[in-house]
């Protein structure tokens, strides 16, 4: 079974920048949807964005227009580009790509 590993997460400043990746053991050309979801202290996880595998995007309404998630899929990864960060952004950020989930990588945005 393909197995997802998240990098990229980190400690950064509010109104700052990180992009997340999520690097699979094996091929995704038949994850047809992968998405991030996240994850804050003492709330539900929720979903970010999702991508399907012709490069169609949706957002959450909290991050659109802060946030651009793709995927390569020669590359087996997907991204997530954070832009414009605020506190309220940190979380566990996790991806996911059918019944596969990544082990998550921690995102905090405080000054």
């Known amino acids: 079974q393909v197995q997802l590993v998240e990098s990229g997460g980190g400690l950064v400043q509010p109104g700052g920048s990180l992009r997340l990746s999520c690097a699979a053991s094996?091929?995704?050309?038949?994850?047809?949807?992968m998405a991030w979801y996240r994850q804050a202290p003492g709330k539900q996880r929720e979903l970010v964005a999702t991508?399907?595998?012709?490069?169609?995007?949706n957002y959450a309404g909290s991050v659109k227009g802060r946030f651009t998630i793709s995927r390569d899929n020669t590359k087996n990864t997907m991204y997530l580009q954070m832009n414009s960060l605020k506190p309220e952004d940190t979380a566990v950020y996790y991806c996911?790509?059918?019944?596969?989930w990544g082990q998550g990588t921690q995102v905090t945005v405080s000054s």
């Open positions: 094996g091929s995704i050309i038949n994850m047809y949807v």
């Open positions: 991508v399907t595998s012709g490069g169609s995007t």
């Open positions: 996911n790509g059918g019944r596969v």
